[in-house]
């Protein structure tokens, strides 16, 4: 078993956006399970999702030593990805689970893992200056972005990282049917082939365009 977290995040940063939405959607299903047996993790973070192959195929969920049954109280769990109602009440709730799994899915990016836990550490850590709710949108933005090719799962992560429980998804279960109703078109996700899209071309002088990875020289009209 892979007990890396840096290597899932390096695997991870290199997929295509259906691939990622693909590998989102199985985590949170595996916390689904979890829930299903009216388990609360409560420690939810990068470092307890492992690998068990060099790949995603075999997604393992670890560390449940503060998990307990939902609505009892419990004292722990990481500051960085609690969710804000925690910090305040020790109750375990799917909602609380779910606050935390959208910022560890949002720390697999590289453009946002940073701004995430400065953003908790600021809101929850230290004195917050009460804008901490526009702050998780920024960052959340950043991390799910046309840079990140992931930009059509935005809308799903704000909701999941809402400030407000109520406003979070109610289940895991609504938390992955929304990634898979922004995701299922995409080659990638599901059964979707992968299949080699124009936007995977550079073009240079509008001559001679070149495939990345293959280095085969093909003129632009010939891309279909």
């Not at 939405?21 to 420690?43: E, P, T």
């Not at 949002?106 to 908790?120: D, F, G, H």
């Not at 109520?166 to 080659?187: C, D, G, T, V, Y």
Request: glycine share 6%; charged share 25%.
């Amino acid at each position: 078993m892979d007990f890396s977290k840096d290597s899932v995040r390096k695997r991870y940063r290199a997929l295509s956006g259906g691939k990622k939405a693909q590998v989102i959607y199985d985590i949170i299903n595996k916390f689904q399970q979890i829930h299903s047996n009216n388990i609360v993790h409560s420690d939810i973070k990068p470092s307890n999702i492992m690998l068990k192959s060099n790949d995603f195929s075999d997604i393992r969920i670890v560390d449940f030593g503060l998990s307990g049954i939902k609505g009892l109280y419990a004292i722990g769990g990481s500051p960085l990805y609690l969710a804000p109602e925690r910090h305040q009440s020790a109750a375990l709730t799917v909602q609380g689970d779910i606050y935390s799994l959208a910022l560890t899915l949002a720390t697999l990016e590289k453009a946002a893992e940073k701004s995430i836990l400065s953003m908790q550490a600021y809101c929850f850590i230290k004195t917050p200056d009460g804008d901490c709710e526009n702050r998780i949108q920024l960052v959340l933005s950043k991390a799910f972005s046309k840079y990140t090719r992931t930009d059509f799962l935005l809308k799903a992560f704000l909701k999941a990282a809402d400030f407000t429980p109520k406003n979070r998804f109610q289940s895991m279960q609504k938390f992955a049917e929304k990634i898979k109703e922004a995701a299922e078109h995409l080659p990638g996700f599901g059964n979707n082939p992968e299949e080699e899209q124009k936007s995977a071309w550079q073009c240079f002088k509008g001559y001679f365009c070149f495939s990345n990875g293959k280095g085969n020289k093909v003129h632009p009209s010939e891309i279909n």
